[in-house]
Antibody, heavy 122, light 107 residues
Framework: EVQLVESGGGLVKPGGSLRLSCAAS????????MNWVRQAPGKGMEWVAS????????YYSDSVKGRFTISRDNARNSLYLQMNSLRVEDTAVYYC???????????????WGQGTLVTVSS | EIVMTQSPDTLSVSPGERATLSCRAS??????LVWYQQRPGQAPRLLIY???TRATGIPARFSGSGSGTEFTLTISSLQSEDFAIYYC?????????FGQGTKVEFK
């Protein structure tokens, strides 16, 4: 089955760290650019970070740059998001999402995980 | 940053009626425009890519149009499962940006 499964969410205090994982299956993970997108409770979607298939190019939103690190392990079919210096406003469901085509340029997200909730609160 | 603005925020429609949702970009995104559907408690689902191409498995009642800065998503005859929030998103430039969403609710 083609799917993405996120894990690693939870409750963390402001200033703390958390590492999210996304396990991919059913497709050739190493072919595709991968992404993290988040959704604060009751709010819209916000793109967080993207990583090309080989890991050569990485992009971050201004809101997380310098605090979050996206990475991947193609041998393990896994995507990661290391989140440091967490803030209350980082509270959200974090989704892992796959680009539609095997191209370098950004593309539509054609596969999403079910999301993992990160709550930053004292 | 390209700002995506959707209208209306909420659309009240009866089953079987037509729904028309709009998305405007603050600068041209060519046809690098995507529509997603998000049902309550679920992850978003890709509906339309390249502004007008339906994704795999998406019913023909969904159609997209537009280019440049003005885009439209039309649902020709609303079914009960179509009551959801719809987001547009551009991927012509970084950062990739989403509209704020249009909620299609039961009238």
């Amino acid at each position: 089955e083609v799917q993405l499964v996120e894990s690693g969410g939870g409750l963390v205090k402001p200033g703390g760290s958390l590492r999210l994982s996304c396990a991919a299956s059913g497709f050739t993970f190493s072919y595709f650019n991968m992404n993290w997108v988040r959704q604060a409770p009751g709010k819209g979607m916000e793109w967080v970070a993207s990583l090309t298939s080989s890991g050569s190019f990485i992009y971050y939103s201004d809101s997380v740059k310098g605090r979050f690190t996206i990475s991947r392990d193609n041998a393990r079919n896994s995507l990661y998001l290391q989140m440091n210096s967490l803030r209350v406003e980082d509270t959200a469901v974090y989704y892992c999402a796959k680009d539609r085509r095997r191209i370098v340029l950004p593309d539509a997200f054609d596969l999403w995980g079910q999301g993992t909730l990160v709550t930053v609160s004292s | 940053e390209i700002v995506m603005t959707q209208s209306p925020d909420t659309l009240s429609v009866s089953p079987g009626e037509r729904a028309t949702l709009s998305c405007r970009a603050s600068q041209s995104v060519n046809t690098n425009l995507v529509w997603y559907q998000q049902r309550p408690g679920q992850a978003p689902r890709l509906l339309i890519y390249d502004a007008s191409t339906r994704a795999t498995g998406i019913p023909a009642r969904f159609s997209g149009s537009g280019s440049g800065t003005e885009f439209t998503l039309t649902i020709s005859s609303l079914q009960s499962e179509d009551f959801a929030i719809y987001y547009c998103q551009q991927h012509t430039d970084w950062p990739r940006t989403f509209g704020q969403g249009t909620k299609v609710e039961f009238k």
